[in-house]
């Protein structure tokens, strides 16, 4: 499985055949089965389908969205000057300046969403993933994130999408990957839109994850 610099790639597949899997295995989470990973840059933001932290603990959207720019901070909640204007232009970017000292878990569903896709974007990744990025959340909030990675796009970036459903961005996606249910991790249509039609009840479904990977993925500039 090779993916090139600037392509818009969307995962489908049933549940249990290995999409977010595959995502972790990319970022290096989980150990790779078989084969090998390459990508041509460690700059990788990662979406993925909930908040990883509970809401027991307050916590601003510029604090969380600040921990996006370091892996360790001595201190993850004390912001610097110059993040706080990254944090406000990738604020200005998702169109939410104005709950920028909320409290991110008094946010609806989708409002979250958006800022978990600031806090992947405020390192300027050169590879985008994103897991289920328009489950649970309104038509609105779709529509935003179909702009927000439009614009992305345009910068020549990779993203990699994980879903049930292409819905509203199916027009930004360059090429389908459907994984196989027999041989979890196997490749059973790699090519453009729409999905042929008797992969129709594999590609869309209600949602999950798992994989055994033997496939090579490359990021190769295009």
Same mark, same amino acid.
């Given at each position: 499985?090779?993916?090139?610099?600037?392509?818009?790639?969307?995962?489908?597949?049933?549940?249990?055949?290995?999409?977010?899997?595959?995502?972790?295995?990319?970022?290096?989470?989980?150990?790779?089965?078989?084969?090998?990973?390459?990508?041509?840059?460690?700059?990788?933001?990662?979406?993925?389908?909930?908040?990883?932290?509970?809401?027991?603990?307050?916590?601003?959207?510029?604090?969380?969205?600040?921990?996006?720019?370091?892996?360790?901070?001595?201190?993850?909640?004390?912001?610097?000057?110059?993040?706080? +204007?990254?944090?406000?232009? @990738?604020?200005?970017?998702? *169109? $939410?300046?104005?709950? =920028?000292?909320? &409290?991110?878990?008094?946010?609806?569903?989708?409002?979250?969403?958006?800022?978990?896709?600031?806090?992947?974007?405020?390192?300027?990744?050169?590879?985008?993933?994103?897991?289920?990025?328009?489950?649970?959340?309104?038509?609105?909030?779709?529509?935003?994130?179909?702009?927000?990675?439009?614009?992305?796009?345009?910068?020549?970036?990779?993203?990699?999408?994980?879903?049930?459903?292409?819905?509203?961005?199916?027009?930004?996606?360059?090429?389908?990957?459907?994984?196989?249910? +027999?041989?979890?991790?196997? @490749?059973?249509?790699?090519? *453009? $839109?729409?999905?042929? =039609?008797?992969? &129709?009840?594999?590609?869309?479904?209600?949602?999950?994850?798992?994989?055994?990977?033997?496939?090579?993925?490359?990021?190769?500039?295009?």
């Amino acid at each position: 499985m090779d993916i090139n610099q600037g392509e818009f790639v969307a995962i489908l597949g049933a549940n249990g055949t290995g999409k977010t899997t595959l995502l972790k295995v990319i970022l290096g989470l989980l150990p790779i089965a078989h084969g090998s990973v390459s990508t041509n840059s460690d700059n990788i933001g990662y979406v993925p389908q909930r908040l990883p932290i509970q809401g027991g603990v307050p916590i601003s959207v510029a604090e969380y969205i600040s921990t996006g720019l370091r892996v360790k901070k001595i201190n993850p909640f004390w912001i610097k000057s110059f993040e706080s +204007k990254l944090i406000t232009q @990738v604020l200005n970017t998702i *169109g $939410l300046i104005n709950i =920028k000292n909320s &409290n991110l878990y008094n946010l609806s569903a989708g409002q979250q969403r958006r800022v978990m896709i600031a806090r992947a974007l405020i390192s300027n990744p050169d590879i985008l993933l994103l897991d289920e990025p328009t489950a649970g959340i309104d038509s609105e909030s779709q529509k935003s994130l179909k702009d927000i990675l439009s614009n992305y796009k345009k910068n020549l970036k990779t993203i990699i999408l994980v879903t049930h459903e292409l819905e509203i961005l199916e027009p930004l996606v360059d090429r389908v990957i459907v994984l196989g249910t +027999k041989v979890r991790g196997s @490749v059973i249509y790699d090519g *453009g $839109l729409p999905v042929p =039609k008797h992969l &129709n009840s594999i590609a869309h479904h209600s949602h999950e994850e798992t994989i055994n990977t033997k496939s090579i993925l490359g990021m190769n500039n295009a």
